[in-house]
């Protein structure tokens, strides 16, 4: 028997419009829609804002695209996936409370994925490791770095999307090879989108000529 799994492209980029990703919620039948708003430039601003007030560094429009899509996909039981934590991933998943708070929704829970940020441990056991457009180690940018951070793959996203959570935040994921695998994800194996990585879920709805999304 065939069965299909519908992710929706909720948006493709940073700034990406909302009123589509509403549009897709409502009348898209799906089971998961996803938000990919997180490239170098911005998770190194994410980082900046954060050292700065240490309860931000997530996605700015994070809060007013849940207002928007988070009643319908949880009457839908639709599942929103996201790279919107960038620098601050739990912060992201309090802010999504704070909202579904607001808004009166009962029974919202958040899955939070970590562990991309690696900076730290560059400082402290990295420095020595050759820079790719130089012969100058890593300690020759030391004070000068504002990001490193790791493409975290399924294995990394697997128990997040195990779990029973309508909304599961991330920071930086890998890009797959082949996100047309969604088509061979079966509907009652919901975890296994997790092959996918986040942010060419959104190319694949764009290839597709779904709302949202862009090609990259």
Known sequence: DTISIRIGAGAGYAGDRIPPALELAQHGQLDYLVFECLAERTIALAQLERRQHPDKGFDPLLADRMRAVLPVCMAQDTRIISNMGAANPLQAGHEVLRVARALGLQGVKVAVVQGDDVLARLLSDGLDLPLIDSDAPVASLK???????????????????????????????????????????PRDDRHGVGMLGIECIANLGQADAAIGGQMT
């Not at 399924?154 to 935040?169: E, H, R």
Request: glycine share 10%; net charge negative.
């Open 143 to 185: 004070g000068q770095l504002i990001s490193a951070n790791a493409y975290l793959g399924a294995d990394a996203l697997l128990p997040a999307l195990q779990t029973n959570a309508q909304v599961i935040l991330c920071g930086r994921v890998a890009d797959p090879t082949e996100p047309a695998q969604a088509g061979f994800v």
